[in-house]
């Protein structure tokens, strides 16, 4: 049984009625999906490089015809002129994580906007100098991290306080989190989790975690990378200080493309805050005048430093118009159920052959599950890839599988399940 109560068969002819009665199901066609001898592959990596939308190519043909004909007015002129480009996604971000247009922007790649986020959001002082992260946080949050850490003088081994799982579990508790907060808080500067945890599919409780640190005066941050297009995000309700996330996985914004940024509302007109500036920041009115002085736009378009990557912005709004089209709320809806059919069919499958290590409650997770295997998981994903399945490793042995709700279908799920099947039984 799925949590909105639907109950699950183990049959093909139940996972296409199931995609027969959704009502996201067109979406799928509004996707390239890589073939495998002629066919669509099962493409369950919607978490590490979300699919090509169908208008990406157009989008960015676009604006390099613009160029091509208009040159440096393309600035004005262009179709979608190239001055304000970025406010074209602007309103559709804000929908998608739960924010006010003011508190977000996209711009530059996500280490990077980590980065420009602590400078502003991590003060230390000899008194608050820590920092709470995720021992299993990804990797690049972690150098980010002490390498903040070590800028202010202070000692990663001291000043980064790690959460790790209680002996024999997997994943964190939430009471465990918070009983740290209240333990240490009075040492936290910042807390910064990344929501879902990459590796378990772990998603956190945002709300109780701002809640409890920002009572001892600690600042929050979340990395979103794998919770942007996954979770039912209300950021500004929420009320973290700032978030980052990247538009490559779930927002299928293309490789390496642009990331994304929000710092509340409550820090818009803050002019206290420490800062990385840049002319992109800068008032627009006056931007051209070129005068010495920063000006902040208020809002999270103020930490902008440079000038736009026109075509990267044009692939992703292709994308953003697409869960602008679904939204969030029905996205999560399939979700649910996509990610619940799948664990339900993984349980059918011979005892001892995986183990699921993502959290069995539907809150505490997103789309993606993280399988751990028991006999030669690097093996099985090469059999897996020559059948046309595709999914990613970590090692040492867990294979990570995402439905996306806005293209995968019951049927990719059922299909997985049986070809997991066929190796089960090896
Ligand atoms: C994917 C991911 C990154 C990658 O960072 P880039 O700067 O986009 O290369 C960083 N942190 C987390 C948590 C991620 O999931």
Same mark, same amino acid.
């Given at each position: 049984?799925?949590?909105?109560?639907?109950?699950?068969?183990?049959?093909?002819? /139940?996972?296409?009625?199931?995609?027969?009665?959704?009502?996201?199901?067109?979406?799928?066609?509004?996707?390239?999906?890589?073939?495998?001898?002629?066919?669509?592959?099962?493409?369950?990596?919607?978490?590490?490089?979300?699919?090509?939308?169908?208008?990406?190519?157009?989008?960015?043909?676009?604006?390099?015809?613009?160029?091509?004909?208009?040159?440096?007015?393309?600035?004005?002129?262009?179709?979608?002129?190239?001055?304000?480009?970025?406010?074209?996604?602007?309103?559709?971000?804000?929908?998608?994580?739960?924010?006010?247009?003011?508190?977000?922007?996209?711009?530059?790649?996500?280490?990077?906007?980590?980065?420009?986020?602590?400078?502003?959001?991590?003060?230390?002082?000899?008194?608050?100098?820590?920092?709470?992260?995720?021992?299993?946080? /990804?990797?690049?949050?972690?150098?980010?991290?002490?390498?903040?850490? %070590?800028?202010?003088?202070?000692?990663?081994?001291?000043?980064?306080?790690?959460?790790?799982?209680?002996?024999?579990?997997?994943?964190?508790?939430?009471?465990?989190?918070?009983?740290?907060?209240?333990?240490?808080?009075?040492?936290?500067?910042?807390?910064?989790?990344?929501?879902?945890?990459?590796?378990?599919?772990?998603?956190?409780?945002?709300?109780?975690?701002?809640?409890?640190?920002?009572?001892?005066?600690?600042?929050?941050?979340?990395?979103?990378?794998?919770?942007?297009?996954?979770?039912?995000?209300?950021?500004?309700?929420?009320?973290?200080?700032?978030?980052?996330?990247?538009?490559?996985?779930?927002?299928?914004?293309?490789?390496?493309?642009?990331?994304?940024?929000?710092?509340?509302?409550?820090?818009?007109?803050?002019?206290?805050?420490?800062? /990385?500036?840049?002319?992109?920041?800068?008032?627009?009115?006056?931007?051209?005048?070129?005068?010495?002085?920063?000006?902040?736009?208020?809002?999270?378009?103020?930490?902008?430093?440079?000038?736009?990557?026109?075509?990267?912005?044009?692939?992703?709004?292709?994308?953003?118009?697409?869960?602008?089209?679904?939204?969030?709320?029905?996205?999560?809806?399939?979700?649910?159920?996509?990610?619940?059919?799948?664990?339900? !069919?993984?349980?059918?499958?011979?005892?001892?052959?995986?183990?699921?290590?993502?959290? %069995?409650?539907?809150?505490?997770?997103?789309?993606?599950?993280?399988? %751990?295997?028991?006999?030669?998981?690097?093996?099985?994903?090469?059999?897996?890839?020559?059948?046309?399945?595709?999914?990613? /490793?970590?090692?040492?042995?867990?294979?990570?599988?995402?439905?996306?709700?806005?293209?995968?279908?019951? !049927?990719?799920?059922?299909?997985?399940?049986?070809?997991?099947?066929?190796?089960?039984?090896?």
């Amino acid at each position: 049984m799925s949590s909105e109560g639907v109950r699950f068969e183990a049959s093909e002819e /139940f996972a296409r009625r199931m995609d027969a009665e959704d009502p996201l199901r067109h979406f799928r066609d509004e996707f390239l999906f890589p073939l495998h001898h002629g066919e669509q592959s099962i493409y369950l990596v919607g978490n590490s490089l979300g699919l090509q939308p169908r208008k990406a190519k157009p989008y960015v043909v676009e604006a390099l015809e613009d160029w091509e004909k208009l040159g440096v007015e393309g600035h004005f002129a262009a179709r979608h002129s190239w001055m304000p480009y970025h406010e074209l996604l602007t309103e559709q971000t804000a929908r998608l994580v739960g924010a006010q247009p003011l508190e977000v922007v996209v711009m530059n790649t996500l280490s990077v906007n980590l980065h420009l986020m602590m400078v502003s959001f991590y003060q230390p002082t000899r008194e608050r100098s820590k920092i709470l992260m995720e021992a299993g946080a /990804f990797p690049s949050d972690q150098y980010a991290v002490a390498s903040q850490v %070590r800028f202010h003088g202070y000692s990663p081994e001291r000043d980064i306080l790690r959460l790790t799982p209680r002996p024999g579990e997997e994943t964190l508790r939430t009471e465990d989190i918070l009983e740290t907060i209240e333990r240490h808080g009075r040492e936290i500067a910042l807390v910064m989790l990344g929501n879902v945890n990459y590796l378990t599919g772990q998603a956190f409780d945002m709300a109780a975690i701002t809640r409890a640190a920002h009572r001892h005066g600690c600042r929050v941050g979340f990395d979103l990378a794998h919770g942007a297009g996954n979770l039912l995000l209300s950021l500004h309700d929420t009320g973290p200080d700032f978030a980052v996330w990247c538009s490559y996985k779930y927002l299928n914004g293309g490789p390496g493309t642009l990331g994304g940024v929000f710092v509340h509302e409550r820090h818009a007109r803050n002019n206290a805050l420490p800062r /990385f500036e840049g002319w992109w920041g800068h008032n627009k009115q006056t931007r051209f005048q070129m005068g010495p002085d920063f000006d902040s736009i208020p809002g999270a378009e103020g930490w902008q430093l440079s000038n736009p990557p026109i075509f990267q912005m044009a692939a992703l709004r292709a994308s953003m118009e697409l869960f602008d089209r679904a939204t969030m709320p029905a996205l999560r809806r399939k979700s649910d159920l996509l990610t619940g059919y799948l664990e339900f !069919l993984l349980d059918r499958l011979p005892p001892g052959f995986v183990r699921i290590i993502t959290p %069995r409650d539907p809150k505490q997770r997103g789309a993606h599950l993280s399988l %751990r295997f028991s006999k030669e998981p690097r093996k099985l994903l090469e059999k897996l890839t020559a059948q046309g399945v595709v999914c990613d /490793f970590r090692s040492p042995d867990i294979i990570r599988a995402a439905p996306a709700p806005l293209y995968n279908s019951f !049927l990719d799920v059922y299909r997985f399940a049986g070809v997991l099947e066929g190796h089960a039984r090896d």
